[in-house]
């Protein structure tokens, strides 16, 4: 069974600039989850869906956002890019709708200049 | 809002060497989980304990999960160049979610 994939690996973006993140998680996984990692601040909860819906939000801005298509592939967006952007973010798919477990990806290094 | 504090937050010892790390919180969580995470990749689930008092063995990986479940500990026997990486704890609760993420234990095994 493949595990979890995101796309693309590596990034570098200007401030300002927009990003989308693209995740497709274990297959038969509804529940998709990202995070943002970096050094300072440790591994920080973004939100997650099930299902299409999103049921939890972390304390991000507005510029954060996300989506869930039916076949449970996941995308984040930021907006307005800024230099405190830079970091890995972070996806992980659940088997059950409780979300106990987390099987994460590789992982998007965003940099932001 | 719920917090776990991880220590220590870091550890070099030498191989062979046994060493434990702590998962601190003043939150009741209803399962917590370990994770296991090397320099470019995501992190890996090691093990995850429900019950208060649980004990469970990973080869040479202990983990114990508090009474009260407010804590959790790992504890790596005759440790080894593999086991480096940075470790993290994280615990949920029903119906909420979310993991909440420890603060990490980087540790660093010298050959």
């Known amino acids: 069974k493949a595990g979890v994939t995101q796309t693309p690996r590596y990034l570098i973006k200007t401030r300002g600039q927009q990003v989308t993140l693209s995740c497709s998680p274990i297959?038969?996984?509804?529940?998709v989850s990202w995070y943002q990692q970096t050094p300072g601040q440790g591994l920080q909860f973004l939100f997650e869906?099930?299902?299409?819906?999103?049921?939890n939000k972390g304390n991000f801005p507005g510029r954060f956002s996300g989506r869930q298509f039916s076949n449970s592939r996941s995308e984040m967006n930021v907006s307005t890019l800024e230099l405190g952007d830079s970091a890995l973010y972070l996806c992980?798919?659940?088997?059950?709708?409780?979300?106990?477990?987390?099987?994460f990806g590789q992982g998007t290094r965003l940099t932001v200049v | 809002t719920q917090l776990l504090e991880q220590s220590p937050q870091f550890l070099s010892i030498q191989e062979g060497e046994n060493l434990t790390v702590y998962c601190n919180s003043s939150?009741?969580?209803?399962?917590l989980q370990w994770y296991r995470q090397e320099p470019g990749e995501g992190p890996v689930l090691l093990v995850t304990?429900?019950?208060?008092?649980e004990v469970k063995k990973l080869k040479r990986l202990t983990f114990q999960f508090g009474d009260a479940r407010k804590d959790s500990s790992l504890h790596i026997t005759a440790a080894q160049p593999g086991d480096t990486g940075l470790y993290l704890c994280?615990?949920?609760?029903?119906?909420?979610?979310?993991?909440?993420f420890g603060t990490g234990t980087r540790l660093t095994i010298i050959p």
């Open positions: 992980a798919s659940s088997p059950t709708a409780a979300n106990t477990e987390a099987f």
């Open positions: 297959s038969g996984h509804r529940s």
């Open positions: 869906y099930f299902s299409e819906t999103q049921r």
């Open positions: 939150s009741v969580f209803s399962s």
């Open positions: 304990v429900v019950t208060g008092g």
């Open positions: 994280a615990g949920s609760n029903f119906g909420n979610e979310k993991l909440t």
